[in-house]
C-alpha cells in the first residue's frame, strides 16, 4: 500500500514546530528506516501516517487517499504502529489478551485470529508468555509484546518507533526476522532508528531527517556517503561502511554480508 506526504508541516499546541514541510512517496512493500537527531521530527511525522496526529498543513495519503476527515479506527486496518514505549500502548491482563485485542477489535474470525495471533507470538518468542500479564515482563519483553500486537493486525503497512531501543542481540536478530517476514508477506515497513547497523542490514531506503525536513532520502550507501547529511543528522554511518572507508575500497559495502563477500574476492 503506497504512501504520499506532501509538504506537511504540524505544529505542536505548545508553539514548537515540528514539521516544515515534508514530503515524501513510499512504494508498496518498501523498507525504509528514518534517522536523524532526537527533535527532527521522525516520531511526529510517523505519528501522521496513521491518524494520531492531523497535519497543520499538507497531507497525507494512503493508498490514494487523503487520511483528512478519515476516522482512526478506519486508519487502524491500515497502517499498524508500534510505539516507542510500550507502556503507552499496553493495556491488557494477558500478553495473548493483549495481542488478540487488535484483530478481535478489526472484526476478524477466530480462525483468522487464532492464526495471527499464534504467528505474532511465535515471531516475536513471546509463546511461552502468553498467559503472563505484560507488566510482570521485562521491558524488552514488553516491547515486543507492543511488536505482536501490532502485526496480529496484519495491516499492509507497519511502521515500528526504535524498535532495537532496549533489546539485546536475540531482541535485536528477532526484530530482524520480523522484518523480513513483514516483507516477504509483501507488507510495507517503516522504522524509526538510532541503529545505524540495524538500518543497513534490514533496510533498503533511508530517509534522513533534521529540523522537521527531510535532508536526505536514498539507499542506505548514497545517503551515508554523504558526509553533509552525516553531519547534518547527526548520524554515524554503519559500522561496516566505515571500516570499509578506512580501508579505501571504493566499492559499495554497508552490510557483514557485502563486507565479507568484498574481502574473500
Ligand atoms: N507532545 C509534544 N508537545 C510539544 N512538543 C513536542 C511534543 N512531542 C515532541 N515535541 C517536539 O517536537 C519536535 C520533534 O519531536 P519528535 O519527537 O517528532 O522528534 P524525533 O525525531 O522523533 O526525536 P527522538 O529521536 O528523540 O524520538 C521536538 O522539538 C520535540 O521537542
Redesign the pocket.
Known sequence: MSIQVEDLHYT???G?V?LQGVSLSIADGERVAIV??????????VRHLNGIFRATGGRVLVDGQDLAGREIAELARTVGYVF?NPNEQLFARTVRAEVEFGPRNLGYDRARRDELVDWALTATRLTEHATSHPYHLSLAERKRVAIASVLAMDTPVVVF??PTTGQDHAGVRDVSEVIAQLHARGRTVIA?T?DMDFVAENFDRVVA?AQ?RVLADGTVHEVFADAEVVAGAAVEAPAMMRLAQGLGWTESVTTVERFVAVLAR
Open positions: 505542536y499546541s505548545s514548537t515540528a536523524g537527531q532526537n527533535g527532527a521530527g521522525k516520531t511526529t511525522l516507542q518507533d526504535e524509526i538510532h531527517m522537521g
